[in-house]
């Protein structure tokens, strides 16, 4: 069996020798929290009084993005991708229109009289191959130093390959002159856990994250703070030990220090927390509690907001995900007459721009990113792979719809059944799953139905394992029925937990009946076998099936209990039924015959999986059947 295991010599994209990628550095540091870096002067402003000179009514252009997740490049599919040419394809972002569309928004603010200020929300790392390079070459923040932005703040997926991960990132940051302004107010060290030390050293010693900017934009001195929210600290464990203060409390603090102490005229969050297309969320529910905060610059749901969400005097915008939207706010500032008064902010205008094909790509931004992807083409080369080598086809769209069966998490937990059962032919897996929230894009045909490697990866981009390779490992252990049942019951309630935690099934049919109460709504489990489906009692806890997912959702397990109030729970067991297991680390091993465990990361599954699928049109290219172009009722919601 050809199994990839990706090769961590990663080529420098100058020419340099090539150097490890992993495993991650390590450090030793107390715990504690942020420095207070305080201001950029050097980049414009300074702390303290007001700055002389009229304070007179200024205009201003905030431009924003969030969730770029390292797409540098146009999504769905790349093989479509023309960023040199207009009006011949349908992908969306990409870091080189990006770059013509900030260009023409700072000349047409120029032109009206207004400053310009450029910001993102976080989650500006982990989706595409690019992340391979993090400890390396940094090409996100390289990039999006390039393009312009002043500041950005820490999101969930930044720390993906846990705090030392991080650590490891902002040191390439640095050794690459990244001087772009990561701020961060709410996250909090441990003073007894060693697995933040390397990230505290870094940050106590060099000020590589701050909690604040302050930063004089035309005539305004702008106070600019970071947040990451409670629900994105909780879909990631791999954060711990660090924790977060509560974004309320976090935020009152700073807005307080920029207006009393900073004396800014305008106060922004940078709040990687949420808001969703209809203003709801933990960033709503910031400004009702901090009211002095004028402008919320919100990420991590993927959401799109047409036009600001306005609670009491405060703006929320976002700008949905993947570097395919740019959120142009348009403000008339008029200063407090006194230091510490509160502004008067205007909304002119709003527009949230779709980074399409209409809008021609800058040349010199996308040579740049061709030579991120040479060096990611020599180190995926030593296992025969490439950046847009073509790994199979497909005759149809699998899409990702929320919150019900997906047709790319069909392919994606087949892909995990199907290898893991060739790993161990005497005791396949009954079962796999996997979460919404680890599956990050669907696959699209496009023009030609091909399928890059770079399109495949990003299905499944995120996460680290023990062995410090990126992508989560695959674990397996047994559930029984009533196991099963109660973790299938959280699909019956998405809108209390959220989409992550939504599951895809293989192997296994599930109805909902939405009109029972909640955790009450599975009504029907089936294991799909050779000889039809196998009807499972639900009560049922003397029978074991193995199962098989990632270590990352096998961590959520426990996720049940809570979200209940205890009423139900998921207990992963060995395979005699009885015995409890750390599902966490049962993890499937590609060589049991050498010594220690070869973690099967979930994309490489995949890849094995589209690799090793039948050659319908006899061209030398796997196929997609194209049943995965649709639900296959493995999920039915009545």
């Not at 005539?219 to 879909?235: E, P, S, Y």
């Not at 660090?242 to 009393?260: Q, S």
Request: proline share 7%; net charge negative.
């Amino acid at each position: 069996m050809w199994l990839v295991a990706l090769a961590l010599g990663l080529g420098a994209c100058s020419g340099e020798d090539r150097t490890e990628l992993l495993p991650l550095g390590t450090g030793a540091a107390g715990g504690g929290s942020l420095p207070d870096a305080g201001s950029a002067a050097g980049a414009g402003g300074s702390a303290g009084a007001p700055d002389d000179g009229p304070r007179t009514a200024q205009k201003l252009l905030l431009l924003h993005t969030n969730d770029l997740h390292s797409h540098l490049m146009g999504f769905g599919p790349e093989r479509d991708y023309t960023p040199a040419t207009t009006g011949d394809d349908a992908t969306h972002g990409g870091f080189a229109r990006l770059a013509t569309a900030i260009g023409r928004a700072r000349a047409g603010a120029a032109g009206a009289g207004r400053a310009v200020l450029q910001l993102d929300a976080g989650d500006f790392m982990m989706g595409t191959l690019f992340e391979l390079l993090g400890t390396l070459e940094v090409p996100e923040l390289r990039m999006m130093q390039a393009l312009g932005y002043d500041a950005t703040t820490i999101g969930n997926h930044e720390l993906d390959w846990t705090p030392a991960g991080l650590a490891a990132i902002l040191q390439a940051a640095a050794a690459k002159q990244v001087t772009l302004p990561i701020l961060s107010s709410n996250m909090q060290f441990s003073s007894t856990d060693p697995g933040d030390d390397a990230l505290a050293a870094l940050v106590q010693g060099t000020g590589a994250l701050r909690p604040k900017l302050v930063k004089t934009v035309g005539g305004l001195k702008v106070g600019i703070f970071g947040l990451l929210g409670a629900n994105a600290g909780q879909v990631t464990p791999q954060a711990r030990p660090l924790t977060f203060e509560p974004i309320a409390e976090a935020a009152a603090r700073m807005a307080r220090e920029l207006r009393e102490v900073d004396h800014v005229d305008l106060v922004i969050a940078l709040s990687h927390s949420g808001i969703d297309a209809q203003g709801n969320g933990e960033d709503a529910d910031l400004a009702a509690a901090v009211p002095d905060i004028d402008v919320i610059v919100s990420g991590h749901t993927h959401d799109v907001l047409p036009q600001p969400a306005k609670v009491g005097e405060t703006l929320i915008v976002t700008a949905g995900s993947y570097s395919g939207y740019l959120g142009e706010l348009s403000l008339t500032v008029t200063p407090a007459p006194s230091a510490g008064g509160r502004a008067s902010v205007t909304l002119d205008e709003y527009r949230l721009l779709d980074i399409d094909d209409s809008i021609p790509g800058d040349a010199t931004t996308q040579a740049g990113l061709e030579q991120f992807i040479q060096g990611l083409d020599a180190a995926l080369g030593i296992r025969h792979l490439g950046y847009r080598q073509v790994v199979a086809e497909t005759p149809v769209d699998l899409p990702f719809p929320f919150y019900e069966e997906a047709p790319i998490g069909n392919l994606v937990t087949d892909a995990y059944r199907s290898v893991v059962s060739a790993l161990d032919p005497t005791r396949p897996p009954a079962l796999a799953f996997d979460a919404d929230g680890q599956i990050r894009a669907p696959i699209v045909k496009g023009k030609t139905g091909e399928i890059w490697f770079t399109d495949l990866f990003q299905v499944l981009p995120i996460g680290i394992g023990p062995d410090q390779v990126p992508g989560f490992p695959l674990v397996s252990f047994y559930l029984n029925p009533k196991d099963i049942r109660s973790g299938l019951e959280l699909n019956g309630v998405p809108q209390l937990v959220g989409s992550d935690v939504f599951l895809q099934l293989s192997g296994m049919k599930v109805e909902l009946d939405g009109s029972k109460a909640p955790f009450q709504r599975v009504s029907r489990l089936a294991l799909v076998t050779d000889s039809g489906d196998q009807e499972l009692d639900v009560a049922d806890t003397s029978t074991c099936y193995r199962v098989v997912t990632t270590n990352y959702v096998a961590g959520l397990l426990s996720l049940v209990g809570t979200v209940t109030g205890g009423a139900l729970s998921v207990v992963a067991k060995d395979a005699d039924c009885v015995t409890p297991v750390d599902p966490t680390t049962r993890y499937v091993d590609v060589d049991p015959v050498s010594p220690g465990v070869q973690e099967l990361k979930h994309w490489q599954a995949l890849l094995e999986y589209v690799s090793k699928l039948p050659d319908a049109d006899a061209d030398g290219i796997p196929d997609v059947p194209s049943n995965y172009g649709a639900s296959q009722g493995r999920i039915v919601q009545h």
